[in-house]
T-cell receptor
Framework: GENVEQHPSTLSVQEGDSAVIKCTYS??????FPWYKQELGKRPQLIID?????GEKKDQRIAVTLNKTAKHFSLHITETQPEDSAVYFC???????????FGTGTRLQVTL | GAVVSQHPSWVICKSGTSVKIECRSL??????MFWYRQFPKQSLMLMAT?????????EQGVEKDKFLINHASLTLSTLTVTSAHPEDSSFYIC???????????FGSGTRLTVV
């Protein structure tokens, strides 16, 4: 089955700096890669996603890049703000199996 | 947008008792519902996939007789934790596909504490 690895597990940045979180996946059939933000005790919130036919996608301060050859994808947050502090999860979906496999999570702390 | 309503949001039960968690899709038909468990400071781990009208598919290591899943209609899926023990204490969350073009909607989660 699919295996998604994520790093770093914790990331501390100063307000205004950029944050980058990286994930790798094992199943070459995976073709959908969402990123979720989860606050304590809350449901995961989709912040951006990318499909395998696209190499990069951007939404304001958030961008995701995908390298299918290397089987890795990354989340980029620019101009970080304290409200960006949360746990971020990447995930992969093979489509055929129709289920999401989550990465291990990254705890992002944006300090003033 | 698509909404999945999950209840209860939290529950405390005594060891040995059973607890039922419900997930309802409010404005769409959820053919497939996914059930996850999340321990503190850990990731979401898929427990099982339920399809309306058929038996659930459990992930390796998940006891199907302990975690009973029922998906009797296109708008309701339930997870029953039977003979709960303290180690079952966790955050349980459901998720449904909202259409053919991917997209997953998550319930708000249930915090289960077994004492």
């Amino acid at each position: 089955g699919e295996n998604v690895e994520q790093h770093p597990s914790t990331l501390s940045v100063q307000e205004g700096d950029s944050a980058v979180i990286k994930c790798t996946y094992s199943d070459s059939a995976s073709n959908y890669f969402p990123w979720y933000k989860q606050e304590l005790g809350k449901r995961p919130q989709l912040i951006i996603d990318i499909r395998s036919n696209v190499g990069e996608k951007k939404d304001q301060r958030i961008a995701v890049t995908l390298n299918k050859t290397a089987k890795h994808f990354s989340l980029h947050i620019t101009e970080t703000q304290p409200e960006d502090s949360a746990v971020y999860f990447c995930a992969g979906d093979t489509g055929t199996a129709s289920k999401l496999t989550f990465g291990t999570g990254t705890r992002l702390q944006v300090t003033l | 947008g698509a909404v999945v309503s999950q209840h209860p949001s939290w529950v405390i039960c005594k060891s040995g008792t059973s607890v039922k968690i419900e997930c309802r899709s409010l404005d769409f038909q959820a053919t497939t519902m996914f059930w996850y468990r999340q321990f503190p400071k850990q990731s979401l781990m898929l427990m099982a996939t339920s399809n309306e009208g058929s038996k659930a598919t459990y992930e390796q290591g998940v006891e199907k007789d302990k975690f009973l899943i029922n998906h009797a209609s296109l708008t309701l899926s339930t997870l029953t934790v039977t003979s709960a023990h303290p180690e079952d204490s966790s955050f349980y969350i459901c998720s449904a596909r909202t259409g053919s073009d991917y997209g997953y909607t998550f319930g708000s989660g249930t915090r289960l504490t077994v004492v």
